[in-house]
């Protein structure tokens, strides 16, 4: 994990992330990084790991605290650039985006893509809204509703592009991966 550009990055969330999302991420990232971790363990020395989880705390406090977010939102430019190349490319403002509007939905007992990929189409969002919103490619978003866990280069990633669509589309995030991994290990 090299130096990131930028707080979103260090915890690998997309700019347009809740504050569950934030919470998940920081969660998910700790247990990478952690001392003894075996992911991070022949790859990074011990100095390494202390400066990647300093940058993982600062990234936390800031962006899961809504003032202290907004603020370095603003020095980044996010909402004014974000805003306008959305408004520019939907030629529609975002309000009306069915992003924003996706009401939350009950967990179905089963998970599986095909179901992810009925629900998202009865909300009526599409995967490029998705994949705009969240910076997930559009393969990654179709690997997801084909379950096809192979187009990942980690469970990490699986999981947390899962929980990113979930929300998209108004599932609880955690939930819908718990479901989502039992079915795939069926």
Same mark, same amino acid.
């Given at each position: 994990?090299?130096?990131?550009?930028?707080?979103?990055?260090?915890?690998?969330?997309?700019?347009?992330?809740?504050?569950?999302?934030?919470?998940?991420?920081?969660?998910?990232?700790?247990?990478?990084?952690?001392?003894?971790?075996?992911?991070?363990?022949?790859?990074?020395?011990?100095?390494?790991?202390?400066?990647?989880?300093?940058?993982?705390?600062?990234?936390?406090?800031?962006?899961?605290?809504?003032?202290?977010?907004?603020?370095?939102?603003?020095?980044?430019?996010?909402?004014?650039?974000?805003?306008?190349?959305?408004?520019?490319?939907?030629?529609?403002?975002?309000?009306?985006?069915? &992003?924003?509007?996706?009401?939350?939905?009950?967990?179905?007992?089963?998970?599986?893509?095909?179901?992810?990929?009925?629900?998202?189409?009865?909300?009526?969002?599409?995967?490029?809204?998705?994949?705009?919103?969240?910076?997930?490619?559009?393969?990654?978003?179709?690997?997801?509703?084909?379950?096809?866990?192979?187009?990942?280069?980690?469970?990490?990633?699986?999981?947390?592009?899962?929980?990113?669509?979930?929300?998209?589309?108004?599932?609880?995030?955690? &939930?819908?991966?718990?479901?989502?991994?039992?079915?795939?290990?069926?």
């Amino acid at each position: 994990m090299a130096s990131q550009d930028n707080h979103y990055d260090t915890l690998q969330i997309s700019t347009h992330a809740t504050t569950a999302d934030i919470i998940n991420a920081y969660r998910d990232i700790k247990l990478i990084f952690q001392e003894n971790s075996l992911a991070a363990y022949s790859l990074y020395s011990a100095e390494e790991i202390a400066t990647i989880n300093q940058q993982i705390e600062e990234a936390y406090v800031i962006l899961s605290n809504s003032q202290t977010r907004l603020s370095y939102d603003i020095t980044l430019h996010i909402h004014d650039v974000e805003r306008a190349e959305k408004e520019v490319s939907h030629h529609m403002p975002i309000e009306s985006n069915n &992003l924003q509007s996706a009401e939350t939905t009950p967990v179905p007992s089963e998970v599986s893509g095909k179901v992810l990929q009925s629900i998202r189409e009865s909300h009526a969002i599409t995967l490029l809204q998705i994949a705009e919103k969240t910076n997930i490619s559009l393969a990654h978003l179709k690997a997801i509703e084909a379950n096809q866990s192979s187009a990942f280069p980690g469970v990490f990633y699986l999981k947390s592009y899962l929980k990113q669509y979930a929300s998209c589309i108004g599932l609880e995030p955690c &939930l819908t991966w718990e479901k989502y991994l039992k079915t795939l290990k069926d």
